[in-house]
């Protein structure tokens, strides 16, 4: 099933086309992630969506009729919509009128005869992710007859104040969803397999296990520990290791550390050079982005597409940043380093 917008884009030639065209870019991408990870009934389970611009510099449309045409033997929707490029100045302009084009081409396939295809979700789920993206305005929604007016996304009161009365993980049990982890990895991996990636899956897979206001409430633990993991000793591991250090892949590299479980921190933070019980020479990144979001993927996983980024765990712990706080310790000059740390110097080093 193909789902095809096509957006004619008529005047004189566009002076700002680079940002029609990044607009396209992102709102496609925005839906394909929304018919990736769902299906909607009906014969319709891998919906592929192509939004085309034709741009005719003679100010006249390419397609007379705007309707949706459903092509039954094709598998194809073809949806049109025109944008007039002449009127839009701001690139908040642009990505507006896109979204209330593409939101008025969708809305025709309520007429459509497409049996089994749960329409009001679906468009939901574009509306949710479009808010999300701040491209959608109230005007979008309302002026333009969208199907589905009513919001139906599962939400809870999650501010702070709210979410902690319902709080029943602890610090403790924090580390123990990591440990178990570990073990379930080290149970689970081979020698082909991405070990961090099926480590990331299995902590997805536990913290989704959690209670809404646990989940929250793992997003709180894991900021203040990684803040934590912002220390002299943390950096100069990652120096001896990369020979340089950026503030992502500083901050990358703390989530990575993180996972190797309170044991192993506790210990590197009595005696750095015990670090050589989990470092390994032959890996040539020590990336834990994958990790970074466990929490927010998990809320969403739980409850649906979150239409106010304002209830994800990550914004609610936002007092919790990982910037703007003194790194903890005492710096060790470079010349140094093959000393204090002279297990793991040896290991990169020599």
């Known amino acids: 099933m193909r789902l095809i917008i096509i ?9 700002n086309y680079r940002e029609i065209s990044d607009a396209e870019s992102i709102i496609s991408k925005q839906i394909d992630y929304v018919l990736d990870n769902t299906t909607y009934g009906g014969n319709y389970n891998e919906f592929v969506l192509f939004i085309r611009s034709r741009i005719d510099y003679t100010s006249t449309l390419l397609f007379e009729d705007e309707s949706a045409v459903y092509l039954p033997t094709q598998k194809n929707i073809f949806l049109y919509c025109t944008i007039e490029h002449t009127k839009l100045t701001t690139d908040s302009e642009i990505k507006t009128e896109f979204c209330v084009k593409i939101l008025q081409a969708l ?40 199907l589905f007016k009513e919001s139906t996304t599962k939400e809870i009161v999650s501010q ?3 979410y902690q009365g319902l709080l029943t993980l602890t610090e403790t049990d924090f580390w123990n969803i990591i440990d178990r982890v570990n073990i379930q990895t080290a149970s689970e991996s081979s020698i082909e397999s991405d070990i961090e990636f099926l480590r990331s899956e299995l902590l997805l897979k536990s913290v989704l296990s959690l209670d809404v206001a646990d989940i929250i409430g793992f997003e709180g633990y894991w900021k203040e520990n990684i803040r934590k993991l912002d220390n002299y000793d943390v950096k100069a591991c990652l120096y001896i290791i990369a020979d340089y250090i950026s503030d992502d ?41 994958k990790f970074m979001n466990i929490a927010d993927r998990a809320y969403t996983e739980k409850i649906g597409l979150v239409s106010n980024h304002e209830l994800l765990p990550s914004y609610i712990h936002k007092s919790k940043s990982y910037d703007n706080y003194e790194t903890l310790g005492v710096r060790c000059p470079i010349d140094e380093l093959p000393i204090i740390y002279s297990r793991i110097w040896k290991i990169f080093r020599e």
């Open 249 to 289: 892949i500083y901050l990358y590299f703390r989530h990575w550390f993180l996972m190797r479980g309170q044991a192993a921190i506790k210990l590197f933070m009595e005696q750095p050079n015990t670090a050589v019980s989990f470092l390994d020479a032959q890996l040539d990144l020590y990336d834990g982005e």
């Open 160 to 162: 702070e104040v709210s």
């Open 107 to 146: 809305n025709t396939l309520k007429d459509l005869p497409l049996k089994g295809l749960e329409k009001a979700r679906l468009y939901q789920d574009i509306e949710t992710a479009m808010i999300n993206n701040g491209w959608i305005i109230k005007r979008a929604l309302e002026d333009n007859g969208w």
């Open 7 to 15: 957006s004619d884009i008529i005047g004189e030639k566009p002076h």
